[in-house]
């Protein structure tokens, strides 16, 4: 169908239509996006799912400024508000779970600005469908949306509305998005302390937000607001009561409804404490936390048929698992489009012989992109290379390693610490971001300490094959330099991205 987007008429047209058949309107904003079915109202307008014309009917979002409040001075604020919202959406978009802004412009009277369109339930919904969460898919939200949390921060603006209903959980990759940026408000100095709009959601902002003050740990407040209702089920009522939160004596009764590790507990009592300078101050800080953990979780787990599954505490030093015996063939999903043998690679992760894995990986790379070895493995080969193959290598990896080794692991890494998803692409861009770079050799051991307390981006044979090196410090590619890294491990980061490793 072909939605009117006429506020005084909304007629269901037929699809196709150039003028609404009721009121005669344009049907089509820009000569490109058309309008198919409302998706939700707020105080600033109506959110219509699109498709976009000029690029074979591709899905997309309208937003349109429709605002309820009354007086020029109300009307102003809103239309500001809306404004700054197409602004930052055009920079913070540049993360790969931040939806991207399409256009922003005026039709017949009417503010609009173009999203990306993003096909999936929020976590709101996902709860209904499926009921409460359990504590390790709520450390998984965490460890993807605080990296996120932090680009926004590190980009001088707080979101100020972080909870269920504006997160978004890809139904085709899985990933989690951060959408509604429309009360956001960028910090304009180390913290904000001027009385401004009190803006939010009740039962999920702070308490200095609704004193007009926020803070960037105001979202990560929120954040845990959002964690513990989906663990325990508990929404706030349409009469003001919560089960989670005890108005006589203002503290969050939350821990009653379940039972949830010490740790997580901890980790969100800090999260929710009344007191800015009382929480983390930073997501990285909650992430440097839970990372580690939360790997060992998510991470495949390899184990022989032949051979017991080995299970650890975290309140226990882990046994060393057994080596199992190395399986004659790879298993059956593991399957090339290029026609690649990864048996080698298999067995070389399987004995934990990672010097020769490393070097296998490097092979491998090169025949799925065709060339021979000995030829030179070039950025413009990655942009290119098979995701399937991709997924393959990197799977090995990350299986053999626990969660220790892998692309994907370094592309994880890359992130929390700003990087996004447009990387850096080469070496004598302007908008390189070295810091990021910087920050990311050291997390991984690719640098090391030296002369007149230096650090030096380490030799090829001073790399430590082995498991104790640091998360993420393998693979490597063989004769890569700085520079070479900086382009090459740019580009392979960005193929990760959008191959949805």
């Known amino acids: 169908m072909s939605q009117c987007l006429n506020p005084d008429c909304l007629y269901q047209n037929l699809p196709k239509t150039v003028f609404c058949q009721r009121c005669g309107s344009k049907m089509v904003l820009g000569d490109r996006y ?18 976009d014309e000029h690029r074979l009917d591709t899905p997309c979002v309208i937003k349109q400024f429709l605002p309820q409040q009354s007086g020029s001075g109300a009307l102003e ?11 930052r959406l055009r920079d913070l978009g540049k993360h790969s779970q931040i939806p991207d802004l399409l256009a922003f412009f005026q039709q017949e009277g009417r503010l609009y600005l173009i999203q990306e369109f993003i096909e999936g339930d929020n976590l709101l919904d996902e709860l209904q469908q499926k009921g409460k969460l359990r504590e390790p898919e709520v450390k998984k939200i965490l460890t993807d949306l605080l990296p996120i949390l932090q680009f926004i921060h590190d980009n001088k603006v707080i979101h100020r509305d972080i909870k269920p209903e504006n997160i978004i959980r890809s ?6 998005f951060i959408i509604d940026f429309g009360i956001s408000k960028e910090i304009t100095s180390r913290v904000i302390t ?21 803070y960037p740990n105001s979202d990560l407040y929120s954040l845990a607001i959002t964690c513990i209702r989906l663990l325990t089920g508990y929404f706030p009522q349409p009469d003001g009561y919560d089960a989670l939160f005890d108005s006589m004596r203002m503290q969050w009764v939350w821990k009653q409804h379940i039972s949830i590790s010490n740790e997580l507990c901890t980790v969100l009592d800090k999260m929710l404490q009344d007191l800015p300078i009382n929480r983390f101050q930073t997501a990285t800080e909650i992430l440097s936390v839970l990372r580690s953990l ?10 022989s048929p032949k051979q017991p ?3 650890s505490s975290p309140k226990h030093k882990a046994t060393p698992p057994l080596k199992p015996p190395i399986p004659s063939t790879l298993p059956v999903k593991l399957v090339s489009t290029m026609g690649v043998d990864y048996q080698p690679l298999y067995k070389f992760l399987e004995q934990g012989n990672w010097k020769d894995a490393n070097e296998e990986t490097a092979k491998v790379m090169l ?26 290598i990197d799977s090995l990896w990350v299986k053999h390693s626990k969660g220790h080794f892998g692309f994907s692991v370094q592309k994880r890494i890359y992130q929390s610490l700003g990087g996004t998803k447009i990387y850096n692409l080469e070496v004598l861009y302007s908008d390189i971001n070295l810091d990021v770079w910087e920050k990311f050799s050291k997390t991984v051991g690719w640098k ?9 981006w380490l030799y090829y044979s001073d790399i430590t094959f082995d498991i104790t090196a640091k998360q993420g410090h393998l693979p490597t590619y063989p004769g890569l330099n700085e520079l070479s890294y900086l382009a090459g491990f740019g580009f392979l980061f960005s193929r990760v991205e959008s191959c949805k490793l």
Do not use: H, W
């Not at 025949?367 to 493995?377: H, L, M, Q, S, Y």
């Open 171 to 176: 139904s085709q990759t899985g990933v989690l």
């Open 309 to 311: 599954q080995i299970y």
């Open 194 to 214: 001027k009385i401004g709009t009190i803006t939010g959601t009740p039962g999920y902002a702070p308490p200095e937000q609704f004193r007009g003050m926020v």
């Open 77 to 87: 604020k809103a239309t500001e508000l809306f404004k700054q919202e197409a602004f």
């Open 294 to 303: 939360q790997l060992q979780e998510i991470a495949p787990q390899v184990v």
């Open 448 to 456: 090391k300490r030296g002369f007149l307390g230096l650090n030096y």
């Open 367 to 392: 025949k799925a992109v065709r060339k021979k070895e000995g030829d030179r493995f070039r950025v413009e080969d990655v942009d290119q290379f098979p995701c399937e193959d991709l997924r393959i």
């Open 34 to 51: 058309r309008a198919v079915r409302p998706i939700g109202e707020g105080g600033f307008g109506r959110t219509f799912q699109a498709v």
